[in-house]
């Protein structure tokens, strides 16, 4: 088995539209939440969420890429750019071949969708843009990355709700494990953040008017956010041969299935995949000093993922940092886990631990030591990052210090 | 208790709960009916559609809310308060 590290990294979210930026957030403990700002946001409950207010999608692409990518590719060629520039590699020959993409969303094209849906539905148009499909459609963004960087390798879109970027990830990292591929650029990317998007939401009666609020007692549910993350996973001979600069090893991954429930999570199958990445990784609880939580703030996830953290952990679940950094860019669904393994790498190389904003009032059931408000510096050598999804599919990777 | 609200409400719940409405009583809860977390969501929209209004219910903090769902008949007050203000 060859060793996987992380050789570029990208993203464009509520907390800046660059890594640099956004780990500055992070250390600062910034709070990316705002005004929603889009088409009949009047006629919406909830009207805050992570959106990237400075986007300027003309300045970035031309007429006719415009005409092709719906905003979670744009998103994603942004993301991309930047880690595939980072890693220094380009996609010739040999390596072109041997090297892919898989990336995870949740609603793929959303606003494309909720765009023409009106169009047709509401001011009864009868005709649409001829590239409604490919504008929408969940693999767009990966086909555009392959296009555009010339991967010809495994390609392909996961959608697990709330946890596909985490299963995303978790495919590259055993394709390049295995000897599948040489390199995947992986992660994931979302744009919920339109009317219909919002008001599907609303329904379900989990989101809060307010802020996010990851397991303070006084939390009222989840915010949205959009952007992603994109980054390069690497054969660490090939990565190393080269001379690039690691950012980080990634070790482990599990996934499960609580196979119970359509919404409500389960500690038992949240811990089989905290475990199962621990087992992956060859390591034992008390190596890991930091999880990025999946903390949505709502009422049930906080306190089942502490208990299973709590589970899986055993008593050194006392000792380790852990924090939801949705309380500042938000919950990017289907992009999420990407932007937040941006906290691991964080975590890993700089010493800094990010922080769980908002947070004002301790809950019994979530008494871990989740960093509130304030950024902490920390020696870590391993992370683990957490995402749980709605109809119980969990997946948790695991990081170490790059090598 | 206006007869019309408290019936539709009878028939709302028992359709969630799979029962016939003679077997909903106004003493109970919405727990003691089988109705979980999702079927409770779906019986607020089902409220909302059924009377035009807007009930304030957060799932995350359900004690919390305004709206008190202690039984099928708090419920039956609650949305005759929401009636009165939202039609008023």
Redesign the interface.
Same mark, same amino acid.
């Given at each position: 088995m060859k060793r996987v590290v992380i050789t570029g990294a990208g993203t464009v979210n509520a907390l800046g539209l660059d890594v640099a930026s956004t780990l500055a957030g992070f250390a600062e403990g910034k709070n990316g939440i705002s005004e929603l700002n889009f088409r009949d946001v009047d006629r919406l409950a909830i009207k805050i969420g992570g959106q990237i207010h400075d986007w300027d999608a003309e300045g970035r692409f031309n007429r006719q890429q415009m005409a092709l990518y719906d905003r979670f590719t744009q998103f994603t060629l942004v993301a991309a750019q930047q880690a595939i520039g980072q890693s220094g590699l380009e996609f010739v020959g040999e390596l072109a071949l041997r090297s892919g993409v898989v990336l995870g969303t949740s609603g793929g094209g959303l606003t494309t969708q909720d765009d023409n849906y009106r169009m047709v539905y509401e001011e009864g148009k009868n005709r649409v843009h001829p590239f409604v499909v490919p504008k929408l459609m969940n693999n767009a963004a990966t086909s555009h990355v392959s296009m555009e960087y010339n991967l010809k390798g495994p390609c392909f879109t996961v959608s697990t709700a709330c946890a596909s970027s985490n299963h995303a990830m978790g495919q590259a990292f055993n394709m390049v494990r295995h000897g599948v591929a040489t390199a995947m650029v992986t992660g994931g990317s979302e744009s919920m953040l339109c009317f219909g998007g919002v008001k599907a939401w609303e329904g379900l009666r989990v989101m809060s008017k307010d802020a996010c609020r990851p397991f303070s007692m006084n939390r009222n549910g989840m915010v949205q956010g959009e952007g992603a993350a994109v980054f390069v996973f690497e054969d660490y001979e090939h990565a190393k041969a080269r001379g690039a600069e690691i950012l980080a090893e990634v070790i482990g991954f599990a996934m499960t299935s609580d196979a119970s429930d359509i919404v409500m999570p389960s500690k038992q199958g949240a811990a089989r995949a905290i475990s199962g990445a621990m087992q992956d990784a060859r390591i034992n609880a008390s190596d890991v000093g930091y999880i990025n939580a999946h903390g949505t703030g709502t009422a049930a996830n906080d306190k089942t993922e502490c208990a299973a953290v709590a589970d899986a952990l055993g008593a050194h679940a006392d000792d380790i940092m852990i924090s939801s950094t949705k309380s500042m860019h938000g919950h990017l669904i289907g992009g999420t886990g990407a932007v937040e393994l941006l906290a691991c790498i964080m975590a890993l190389r700089d010493g800094i631990i990010a922080p769980t904003i908002n947070y004002e009032e301790a809950d019994p059931e979530c008494a871990l030591d989740v960093v509130p408000n304030e950024a902490r510096d920390a020696n870590v050598d391993v992370v683990l990052s957490n995402a749980f999804a709605f109809g119980g599919l969990n997946a948790v990777l695991a990081l170490r210090k790059a090598p | 208790m206006s007869q019309d609200v408290k019936e539709k409400i009878i028939e709302i719940i028992a359709e969630q709960a799979v029962l016939d409405p003679a077997d909903v009583s106004l003493e109970q809860s919405l727990e003691e009916l089988g109705i979980d &977390?999702?079927g409770l969501?779906e019986s607020? @929209?089902a409220i909302e559609e059924a009377f035009d209004i &807007?009930v304030p @219910? +957060?799932? +995350?903090?359900p004690d919390q809310s305004d709206f008190d769902i202690s039984s099928v008949s708090a419920i039956v007050k609650a949305v005759e308060g929401l009636i009165a203000d939202q039609k008023a």
């Amino acid at each position: 088995m060859k060793r996987v590290v992380i050789t570029g990294a990208g993203t464009v979210n509520a907390l800046g539209l660059d890594v640099a930026s956004t780990l500055a957030g992070f250390a600062e403990g910034k709070n990316g939440i705002s005004e929603l700002n889009f088409r009949d946001v009047d006629r919406l409950a909830i009207k805050i969420g992570g959106q990237i207010h400075d986007w300027d999608a003309e300045g970035r692409f031309n007429r006719q890429q415009m005409a092709l990518y719906d905003r979670f590719t744009q998103f994603t060629l942004v993301a991309a750019q930047q880690a595939i520039g980072q890693s220094g590699l380009e996609f010739v020959g040999e390596l072109a071949l041997r090297s892919g993409v898989v990336l995870g969303t949740s609603g793929g094209g959303l606003t494309t969708q909720d765009d023409n849906y009106r169009m047709v539905y509401e001011e009864g148009k009868n005709r649409v843009h001829p590239f409604v499909v490919p504008k929408l459609m969940n693999n767009a963004a990966t086909s555009h990355v392959s296009m555009e960087y010339n991967l010809k390798g495994p390609c392909f879109t996961v959608s697990t709700a709330c946890a596909s970027s985490n299963h995303a990830m978790g495919q590259a990292f055993n394709m390049v494990r295995h000897g599948v591929a040489t390199a995947m650029v992986t992660g994931g990317s979302e744009s919920m953040l339109c009317f219909g998007g919002v008001k599907a939401w609303e329904g379900l009666r989990v989101m809060s008017k307010d802020a996010c609020r990851p397991f303070s007692m006084n939390r009222n549910g989840m915010v949205q956010g959009e952007g992603a993350a994109v980054f390069v996973f690497e054969d660490y001979e090939h990565a190393k041969a080269r001379g690039a600069e690691i950012l980080a090893e990634v070790i482990g991954f599990a996934m499960t299935s609580d196979a119970s429930d359509i919404v409500m999570p389960s500690k038992q199958g949240a811990a089989r995949a905290i475990s199962g990445a621990m087992q992956d990784a060859r390591i034992n609880a008390s190596d890991v000093g930091y999880i990025n939580a999946h903390g949505t703030g709502t009422a049930a996830n906080d306190k089942t993922e502490c208990a299973a953290v709590a589970d899986a952990l055993g008593a050194h679940a006392d000792d380790i940092m852990i924090s939801s950094t949705k309380s500042m860019h938000g919950h990017l669904i289907g992009g999420t886990g990407a932007v937040e393994l941006l906290a691991c790498i964080m975590a890993l190389r700089d010493g800094i631990i990010a922080p769980t904003i908002n947070y004002e009032e301790a809950d019994p059931e979530c008494a871990l030591d989740v960093v509130p408000n304030e950024a902490r510096d920390a020696n870590v050598d391993v992370v683990l990052s957490n995402a749980f999804a709605f109809g119980g599919l969990n997946a948790v990777l695991a990081l170490r210090k790059a090598p | 208790m206006s007869q019309d609200v408290k019936e539709k409400i009878i028939e709302i719940i028992a359709e969630q709960a799979v029962l016939d409405p003679a077997d909903v009583s106004l003493e109970q809860s919405l727990e003691e009916l089988g109705i979980d &977390s999702l079927g409770l969501v779906e019986s607020i @929209f089902a409220i909302e559609e059924a009377f035009d209004i &807007s009930v304030p @219910f +957060n799932a +995350n903090e359900p004690d919390q809310s305004d709206f008190d769902i202690s039984s099928v008949s708090a419920i039956v007050k609650a949305v005759e308060g929401l009636i009165a203000d939202q039609k008023a």
